[in-house]
């Protein structure tokens, strides 16, 4: 029998470690699927519809820029997609589209894995594109107590802590707010592509390190390279960190559990995808 097609979908495509995540778990779990890339402009997304559904894909995982602009075209959405606002795995089944989001539930697994309760916390997420998004909003659906957020661009961290106004917060991305809130921040996360490799960006200051309790774990969502400035300084402040690999392992887990229908066993599953990510780091 023919294997079954799955994909993901973005532009740009061409280096999205999804292929090679999803098909090491394939491979290890002899599932009957193949896992390829396709890239789908802005735009584009009704036109990719109908070529799935004509190619026979069962499913395909969207990353940029289709994550929201592929709603319209979702049938049922899974809590999580429903609370981001945006969709990252999409499941052809009984002649419907059902779509979920992974990103939220990856990243908090692997705070969890670290021991790490989010409840009764206080979380301030630096960022508020779509990564930063979903997991401010993920710790706040999980019980944290205030979720601050700062951005760059404000009106984009006011729109999104609209969301839940009596647990978030926006704030101007400056060191002085950092400073300020670092003082009773007890899971620190950056959500930003400052730090991320091959962007020539990074934090200027990072005094707000110092600030925080000494209890505090320091996040990043990036994964490339995997321990960036802010997580190096972290750590020799003695600070807990989490890189932002395990959010791309489980977030992966999670769209192929979906995807196949297939209980995975998430250690097994993480370990053999790191091994194949270390090869290409
Ligand atoms: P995005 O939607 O484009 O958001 C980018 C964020 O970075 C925005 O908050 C933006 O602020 C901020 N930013 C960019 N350049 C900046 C600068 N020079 N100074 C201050 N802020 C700046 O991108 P995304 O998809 O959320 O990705 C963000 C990061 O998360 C990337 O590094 C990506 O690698 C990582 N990520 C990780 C995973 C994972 O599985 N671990 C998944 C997705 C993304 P403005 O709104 O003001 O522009």
Same mark, same amino acid.
């Given at each position: ?129 779509? /990564?930063? =998004?979903?997991? $401010?909003?993920?710790?706040? %659906?999980?019980? #944290? ?5 700062? *951005?760059? @661009?404000?009106?984009? /961290?006011? =729109?999104?802590? $609209?969301?839940?106004?009596? %647990?978030?917060? #926006? ?5 002085? *707010?950092? @400073? ?102």
């Amino acid at each position: 029998m023919q294997n079954k097609k799955l994909c993901v979908i973005g532009d740009p495509i061409e280096h999205s470690k999804s292929p090679i995540i999803h098909n090491t778990m394939i491979k290890a779990m002899n599932l009957p699927y193949v896992y390829d890339y396709n890239k789908v402009a802005a735009g584009d997304i009704k036109k990719w519809i109908e070529t799935a559904k004509r190619e026979n894909y069962v499913g395909f995982n969207a990353t940029m820029p289709h994550k929201v602009d592929i709603i319209p075209f979702v049938d049922v959405m899974d809590d999580e997609a429903k609370l981001y606002e945006a969709v990252n795995t999409v499941c052809f089944r009984d002649d419907k589209i059902y779509g979920f989001n992974t990103d939220g539930i990856g990243f908090l697994y692997s705070l969890l894995e670290k021991g790490v309760e989010v409840g009764e916390k206080t979380v301030t997420v630096i960022g508020a594109g779509g /990564a930063a =998004s979903a997991v $401010a909003l993920k710790m706040v %659906k999980e019980g #944290a107590m205030k979720v601050n957020v700062l *951005n760059r @661009n404000i009106e984009k /961290a006011e =729109s999104l802590c $609209a969301r839940f106004k009596d %647990k978030m917060q #926006a704030f101007a991305f400056t060191n002085q *707010n950092l @400073n300020l809130l670092a003082k009773d921040t007890d899971i620190l996360i950056n959500g930003t592509s400052l730090g991320m490799g091959g962007v020539d960006r990074d934090f200027e200051d990072l005094s707000f390190l110092s600030a925080l309790p000494k209890t505090a774990i320091v996040c990043d969502l990036i994964y490339y390279p995997e321990k960036t400035k802010l997580l190096s300084r972290a750590q020799e402040l003695n600070l807990n960190t989490l890189g932002g690999i395990g959010m791309l392992l489980y977030q992966g887990i999670y769209a192929l559990e979906y995807m196949t229908g297939t209980k995975l066993d998430f250690n097994k599953m993480a370990s053999l995808v790191k091994n194949e990510l270390a090869k290409l780091f």
